[in-house]
């Protein structure tokens, strides 16, 4: 797709392009919320494009922008959102554009405004669908037995927690609860020694789905609004004791942290890749054939409390094993149905290189190998005071198409009785 740039300045490595045009809800300050799309370092304020008759062309209601969620837009499905995508390209690039004139009214600096949850969440699954995640921390759990024998025949998850799902930049307090010492045959109770992030994709679901009837992987992307970046907090110690038999429970529970932009499937369309051969071939419910992966740069920094900000990886989307398609088909394979809003996150996203490791759990080794930081510090795992910081983006030709970051602060925890 080639396009011109846009009048607006917008540096080449703002993650922001006009090929991209995520979706978000803001506030000014003082303001209500509403929905707003960011390009390069400025929000275009919706409410206010309409109003100043810049949409007229588009035939959504303009209600759904003055929302404080993006779930009444998205439920006016796709046609809508890709028409809403034109004309916002068109008012960005045309030298002629009437925004021009008025965009000291409809763009808002980034900076100057307050980012909240994009989307009232109803239902949260998380997948596990890294073959190099799930091999590395199978060897930590059960080094005689990394990878379970199912792995390879369906995309394992969990159904995780919505109401903790939280906006980047939400702190997130240390979780307490039971942990088994080491060697010890009863547990004791104690705020987590291991408190880990994940980094993961989220899709956010753009159409309802029938109970009982399943959405076939032909069909899943129908059924996708788009894209946000996931850390998924864990507490290693609290989910050592409790995993078995009915997998995570309360070490996922407490804070899962969503970047503030959604990124729609259409701007993700061109960074579509295939992802690794899967053998032996799932059963037919589950085969895919085509570029169902998407290319997109990840990283996780950590940034103690007045020091600098350390990276600690890097790895690529492209690698997961199950595709979102295939979690799709599998999660409704029941009949279990989907709703607008809802969030299936891939699993945390290591890869096959050095540094490529999406948590410190494996980094770490289980937290027998402490990483060094750029100021002289090491971890193991988080301390209290420690942000952690996560960005993707897809590189075009002269231009990216980036998430932003999702930022969460470690404090400590609650006090109790
Ligand atoms: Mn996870």
Not at 335 to 355: F, H, Q, R, W, Y
Not at 398 to 410: A, D, L, N
Request: with cysteine.
């Amino acid at each position: 797709m080639i396009q011109s740039a846009s009048w607006l300045a917008i540096p080449s490595d703002s993650d922001f392009s006009v090929h991209n045009l995520p979706y978000g809800i803001f506030s000014r300050e003082g303001g209500a919320p509403g929905v707003g799309v960011a390009i390069g370092e400025w929000i275009i304020d919706l409410t206010a494009a309409a109003q100043l008759g810049l949409l007229t062309e588009w035939e959504g209601a303009v209600s759904v922008f003055e929302q404080s969620v993006l779930n009444d837009f998205i439920a006016l499905g796709r046609p809508a959102w890709q028409r809403l995508r034109a004309i916002l390209q068109q008012l960005l690039m045309d030298e002629e554009s009437p925004l021009r004139a008025v965009a000291d009214r409809v763009l808002v600096r980034q900076t100057e405004a307050r980012m909240h949850l994009p989307v009232r969440i109803g239902d949260y699954t998380d997948f596990y669908s890294s073959l190099e995640h799930a091999t590395n921390v199978g060897k930590l759990f059960r080094s005689d037995n990394p990878l379970m024998p199912n792995w390879k025949h369906l995309p394992v998850a969990y159904h995780g927690r919505a109401s903790s799902v939280v906006v980047s930049g939400t702190p997130v307090h240390r979780p307490q609860g039971q942990i088994l010492p080491a060697g010890a045959e009863v547990p004791v109770f104690s705020p987590t020694k291991a408190l880990d992030y994940e980094l993961e994709l989220g899709f956010i679901i753009g159409k309802d789905s029938a109970l009982g009837r399943p959405v076939t992987a032909a069909e899943a992307e129908e059924y996708l609004f788009g894209c946000v970046l996931v850390n998924d907090w864990s507490a290693r110690d609290i989910q050592r004791w409790e995993y078995q038999p009915l997998g995570p429970f309360l070490s996922k529970n407490f804070a899962t942290s969503i970047s503030p932009w959604v990124v729609t499937l259409d701007a993700l369309a061109p960074f579509r890749t295939k992802g690794p051969l899967q053998e032996p071939a799932p059963l037919p419910y589950l085969q895919t054939s085509g570029a169902f992966n998407f290319d997109l740069d990840l990283q996780v920094a950590i940034q103690p409390a007045e020091q600098p900000e350390s990276t600690l990886c890097r790895t690529n989307a492209r690698y997961l094993y199950w595709n979102v398609r295939q979690q799709l088909a599998h999660h409704t394979i029941t009949g279990c149905n989907m709703k607008v809003g809802d969030l299936i996150a891939t699993g945390t996203i290591s890869g096959p290189d050095e540094g490529s490791n999406g948590c410190l759990l494996e980094l770490t080794q289980g937290g027998t190998r402490p990483v060094a930081l750029e100021g002289g510090e090491q971890r193991t795992y988080l301390l209290d005071g420690d942000e952690v910081v996560m960005r993707g983006y897809a590189s075009g030709n002269g231009y990216r198409i980036g998430f932003g970051e999702v930022r969460g602060m470690i404090l400590p925890a609650a006090e109790l009785f």
